[in-house]
């Protein structure tokens, strides 16, 4: 970094901040929907802490307390910026931006320091250039700042190889940070440092006071957590610690049903979020790869575990959604910022950084100039925004229409948790949940009227005979509105939930 230009460093993270920004605010690259993920439970969430003036009790509803699920940090941020700038949607998503923005000057920094200030910029770019990153920036998700304070605990060990060990207690508290905003895959980081050190031959640093001062203060923040939530005791400390391990379990082992598990699909994952980018990455693992044989270079092993945990770990898990695999776009960024700088002569960086400029400022000036960010309140777009308007109708006209009364059911005998359709229904309708095949039977077989809200897959492994019994009402997404009543007239049609 000596050799750096600091003017020209300065005016790069400037101009990476700014651009990082006016992508972020702006609607380029913007998939219009809040809606998208767990973001309406987590904005709910969020705003009953408000609400209720508990931040140790996180809540669905006000008078429902959840018993175990994810770590507070991301709900403490929004809850706090809800109070500041009251339940709008901009207020629930503002964390999440600005954890990307974030991310992005991180990055940035962990180019400078592996190679310099051109491929430092570049990479901040890459990120934007990932398929997930600029849109799920916008969501109120809990993998956009786990990406955020992974970046910066590796940043921070990166610093602590090369510049000095006191760089360690600010990895462990960024290691903190991720482990609070969510839980197990938190981490990550810990692991990766582990290995980085046996890779780099640094045995001695397993007996530093900084690295294990560290890895206290990152074990420290999750441990006081548990310990609040458990009353300030150690029985309900470990019996919160029991409720979440037992939530993760039960989360892993119900998640991914009806996806596919295979290598391939992982593979695809991968090229169909990093597209963009997958040349230039292509190229910075050979340039690394290279340069740490040459010059017998161990500081890039850090990024390589990097990106081998996380999808090691997606590759285990039965789940195969692209944005779980957010916290490790940055290291393949790093690698496309490295790539891209490494193959470019140096008398052509500048003009490419140019070009770059200008690909962003034609990509986000129209709305720039023109903006369509609305402060629109939290339940106007969760409503507004989804399938769940059109499904509340069709109930209202079923329950209008029907001379008697009807019980309202949800069958998800696998479910770890209440789903979507009883989160935003419940305070409108007495809701049943139904888990046991016998019992769904037993209400298909009955002669009060039953409407059951199941899914797709589900509905297919119901007994055959109660298929004849039983009516499809209306079908959205991969669910259906089923009844045992065949007098029920349908009030829509199937092609309606295109």
């Known amino acids: ?13 400037i101009l990476a901040i700014l651009i990082s920004s006016a992508v972020l605010l702006t609607d380029a690259f913007r998939d219009d929907n809040f809606c998208h993920y767990d973001s309406p439970f987590y904005a709910t969430i969020s705003q009953n802490i408000v ?26 941020a929004n809850a706090l910026s809800l109070k500041m700038f009251g339940t709008s949607v901009f207020s629930v998503i503002l964390f999440s931006v600005l954890c990307t923005i974030g991310t992005c000057i991180a990055v940035f920094f962990i180019g400078l320091v592996l190679k310099n200030d051109i491929a430092g910029f570049f990479s901040a770019m890459g990120l934007l250039l990932t398929r997930y990153v600029p849109r799920v920036a916008r969501y109120n998700t809990i993998e956009i700042p786990l990406m955020f304070f992974v970046t910066l605990a590796i940043l921070f060990l990166i610093l602590a190889f090369k510049k000095h060990r006191a760089f360690y207690l600010l990895f462990g508290l960024s290691a903190g940070l991720a482990i609070l905003s969510k839980g197990v895959v938190g981490m ?6 582990f290995l980085a050190i046996i890779f780099q031959g640094k045995l001695r640093d397993f007996y530093n006071p900084l690295l294990l001062a560290g890895i206290v203060v990152s074990l420290a923040m999750p441990i006081l957590w548990f310990f609040l939530k458990g009353g300030m005791s150690l029985a309900g400390a470990k019996e919160a610690l029991v409720q979440y391990f037992s939530f993760v379990s039960s989360t892993f082992q119900a998640s991914g049903r009806g996806e596919s598990t295979t290598v391939l699909r992982l593979i695809t994952q991968l090229f169909e979020i990093c597209f963009i980018i997958i040349p230039g990455v292509v190229l910075g693992v050979y340039f690394t790869v290279r340069e740490s044989m040459r010059e017998k270079r161990k500081d890039y092993f850090s990024i390589f575990l990097w990106i081998v945990i996380f999808v090691a770990a997606f590759s285990i898990s039965s789940w195969r959604r692209g944005f779980y695999l957010l916290p490790m776009y940055p290291a393949m960024a790093i690698l496309f910022g490295i790539g891209l700088n490494e193959v470019l002569p140096v008398r052509y960086r500048m003009y490419t950084v140019y070009l770059v400029i200008a690909f962003f400022a034609g990509n986000i000036s129209a709305p720039f100039l023109f903006p369509h960010w609305e402060p629109k309140s939290i339940g106007e777009v969760v409503y507004e925004n989804t399938y769940l308007p059109k499904v509340k109708k069709v109930i209202n006209a079923i329950f209008a229409q029907s001379p008697e009364k009807i019980k309202l059911v949800s069958y998800h005998p696998k479910s770890p948790k209440e ?3 009883i989160f935003f229904f419940r305070s409108d309708y007495n809701i049943e949940l139904c888990r046991s095949s016998d019992e769904f039977r037993q209400l298909a077989v009955s002669r009060v009227p039953v409407l059951f809200h199941i899914s797709k897959h589900d509905f297919s492994q119901v007994d055959k005979t109660l298929h004849n019994k039983l009516k499809i009402i209306y079908a959205y997404s991969d669910q259906l509105l089923v009844t045992n009543d065949m007098s029920l007239v349908p009030v829509f049609d199937i092609a309606d939930s295109k």
Do not use: Q
């Open 1 to 13: 970094m000596s050799d750096i230009n600091l003017k020209r460093m300065w005016i790069l993270l």
């Open 419 to 421: 789903d979507e359709f």
């Open 51 to 76: 609400n209720s003036g508990d931040w140790l009790n996180l809540r669905y509803s006000l008078d429902k307390p959840v018993v175990a699920d994810h770590p507070p940090l991301v709900f403490w």
């Open 188 to 193: 990550f980081p810990l692991g990766i440092c």
